[in-house]
C-alpha cells in the first residue's frame, strides 16, 4: 500500500493551470525528490497534499484517508523552507507546546532536540539560534507523533555542510523505519545522491518520474570519459581515440549512451598508454533540465 498517492490531480487559478493532471505515489520507506522551477506547480502540490487548499479534480489519499481529515494530519509531517518559532521562548519549551497539541508527552522535547543535534542549545532562547539552528527545531517539529509521511520543502535551507550530511543522515534513519518522505529541493546535487526517485514538474505537468539511473537512460544525454594517459603518450592517446588533450595527460571523450560500452573497449586495447579513466554521466542537473523542457502543448 502506498502512504501518499494522488492520481490525476488538477487545479487551477483564475483559468490558469497550476497542476494538469498529476499522479504520484510515494510508497514506506521511499524518498522522492520533488524538482520544478518557480511556478512548476510544486508549493501548490504540497498544500493540496497538506489539506491546505483543495483540488480541482482527481483523487489524494495519505494512507487511506483524505488530505485534512484527522487521520491525514495524524499520519504527516511538514518542514518549511522558513519556519517561524517564537523567539521568547527556549528549544525545549516550544517543543514541549507542540508536543501537547500533537497528545504527546512533553518530556520527549529534549530526545527530539538531541536527536537533530540542538541537545547543548535546548535551554537557550530561539532568538539567539542561527537560520540552520531554527530549522533544526522545525525538523524535531516534524519527527513529533512518528509520521509515516514527511512532506519538506527546501529541508536543508540554511544548513551548513556538515549539518546538511547530518540531516540526510536522519532521513535515511527515517526512511528505514518505513517513513515516506517527500522533498522539493532546488539543491540538486544534495538529493541527486540522497533520494530514491525524481519526480520533475514543469509549468504543472509532471514531465517525470523515475529512479536517475533510469531517468538518465531515457534521456540518452551525452557520457564524458576522461582518459589519464601515460606522461609520454597523451598525444597517441588522443589520436587513436580521437579524443580532446587537456592539462597535459588528460584526453576528454564524448558518447552516446549506447557507447559507453564500445568507448571503454577501446581505452582497453591501449594498454599501459592509460594509468585511469572516468566515466562521467549526466548530472542531476542535466536531467532536470532535459526533462524540465519537455512540457505537453
Do not use: W
Not at 166 to 188: N, P, V
Not at 200 to 217: E, M, Q, W
Amino acid at each position: 500500500m502506498q502512504t501518499l498517492t494522488l492520481s490525476q490531480v488538477t487545479k487551477t487559478f483564475e483559468g490558469n493551470a497550476a497542476l494538469s493532471s498529476v499522479s504520484l505515489a510515494v510508497a514506506p520507506g521511499e524518498r522522492v525528490a520533488l524538482l520544478g522551477h518557480n511556478g512548476a506547480g510544486k508549493s501548490t502540490l504540497m498544500k493540496i497534499v497538506l489539506g491546505l487548499i483543495p483540488a480541482d479534480r482527481g483523487e489524494i489519499h495519505i494512507v487511506e484517508a483524505r488530505p485534512g481529515s484527522h487521520a491525514a494530519r495524524a499520519a504527516t509531517a511538514y518542514l518549511p523552507e522558513n519556519v517561524a518559532f517564537h523567539p521568547a521562548l527556549t528549544g525545549v519549551e516550544q517543543l514541549r507546546c507542540y508536543l501537547r497539541l500533537r497528545g504527546e508527552d512533553p518530556a520527549d522535547a529534549e530526545g527530539l532536540l538531541d536527536r537533530v543535534g540542538l541537545g547543548e542549545a535546548g535551554r537557550r532562547r530561539i532568538g539567539t539560534y542561527s537560520k540552520g539552528m531554527r530549522q533544526r527545531v522545525g525538523l524535531a517539529q516534524a519527527l513529533i507523533g512518528r509520521p509515516r509521511l514527511l512532506v519538506l520543502d527546501e529541508p536543508t535551507s540554511g544548513l551548513d555542510p556538515v549539518s546538511r550530511r547530518e540531516f540526510y543522515a536522519l532521513l535515511d534513519e527515517l526512511a528505514q523505519t518505513g517513513a515516506a518522505i517527500l522533498l522539493s529541493s532546488h539543491a540538486l546535487t544534495e538529493v541527486e545522491a540522497r533520494t530514491d526517485r525524481i519526480a520533475i514538474l514543469s509549468r504543472g505537468h509532471l514531465v517525470a518520474d523515475d529512479t536517475l539511473t533510469n531517468l538518465r537512460r531515457v534521456a540518452a544525454l551525452p557520457i564524458h570519459l576522461q582518459v589519464s594517459a601515460r606522461p609520454d603518450a597523451a598525444d597517441e592517446v588522443a589520436r587513436r581515440l580521437a579524443g580532446e588533450r587537456h592539462n597535459g595527460t588528460r584526453v576528454d571523450l564524448v558518447c552516446d549512451h549506447d557507447q559507453k560500452l564500445a568507448r571503454l573497449g577501446q581505452i582497453a586495447e591501449l594498454g599501459t598508454l592509460v594509468e585511469d579513466v572516468h566515466v562521467i554521466p549526466p548530472s542531476l542537473e542535466d536531467i532536470y533540465a532535459h526533462f524540465s523542457g519537455r512540457v505537453p502543448s
